[in-house]
């Protein structure tokens, strides 16, 4: 046994040239590409642990920022992620209000942001909508647990969790047919 007099051809790791390794288990060409290996390694690593370090920090720094009705502007920009032109421009326009708590401390409410940047959540009536509650449209409550004998509590459990608009008129809760009719009677 001992050295095998027959080289296997390899590609080095690190500089990815061809050469002759000794062993199945070698892996660079040279002594320096196997130390410049070490090192890239090495850096990558320490690479990884500073940007873990970081996202750690932010999220710690959202936190905070997020029980503070007040931030500034460069908190918004963390938050919301956008720039700072983005919130002046917002101010200088008017869309948001800008709170002044002294020199240099211009600060921006989180809710009105927030309002600016969530999608409302019911955009404009629709036509069909404008007229769910036009008379013929909708059924009363004790209407529909009539026509589908279910009693009223069913229904006003029905509707809740359908999250179907319902409009109260007097002591009346009107239900648009369209909604009501397609979960008892689906075409
Ligand atoms: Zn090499």
Redesign the pocket.
Known sequence: MGFSKLKIPKL?E????P?EAKTVSTR???K??SEKQAKRQKNLAKELEEKQSFLKQSAKKIAQIQTRPYISVSEAVILFGISKDTIHRLIKSGRIPAHNFGQRLTRVSKLDLESLFTPVESPLETEEEKSDFVVGNCYTISEVSKKYKANPGTVNNLIRRNKIPTKQVGSFVYVPKRYIDEIFDPK
């Open positions: 080095c690190f500089c990815e040239k050469f660079f060409c040279s320096y590409c």
